[in-house]
Nanobody
């Protein structure tokens, strides 16, 4: 069983930055693809970004491209999401997710394990 633990959420003003982290309990080969999703109140959970442990291939949602950056530290089994230029519409619970396959997919149904989520609130 893979456990994912997010941290680093909080309250920030519009235009500010935050970094959220996701620590995985297993080695990277068990879950070769990691993703970040978010869910705002009353909305469906949506894809934000994803990365592969081995090569570091990445993908982003259009809404965050150029503002957010996903990275990984294989030695620490940790994935990061650096969020810059935050907007009030970025307010959501951010979830870390892991896939047991290598392809980067954007559907939440393609991910096998989930963290508990961390709240990110951007004030205007």
């Amino acid at each position: 069983q893979v456990q994912l633990v997010e941290s680093g959420g909080g309250l920030v003003q519009a235009g500010g930055s935050l970094r959220v982290s996701c620590a995985a309990s297993t080695r990277t080969f068990s879950t070769p693809t990691m993703g970040w999703f978010r869910q705002a109140p009353g909305k469906e959970r949506e894809f934000v970004a994803a990365i592969t442990w081995s090569v570091g291939n990445t993908a982003y949602a259009d809404s965050v491209k150029g503002r957010f950056s996903i990275s990984r530290d294989n030695a620490k089994n940790t994935v990061y999401l650096q969020m810059n230029g935050l907007k009030p519409e970025d307010t959501a619970v951010y979830y870390c997710a892991a896939r047991i396959n290598t392809a980067i997919l954007r559907s939440m149904h393609s991910y096998d394990y989930w963290g508990q989520g961390t709240q990110v609130t951007v004030s205007s």
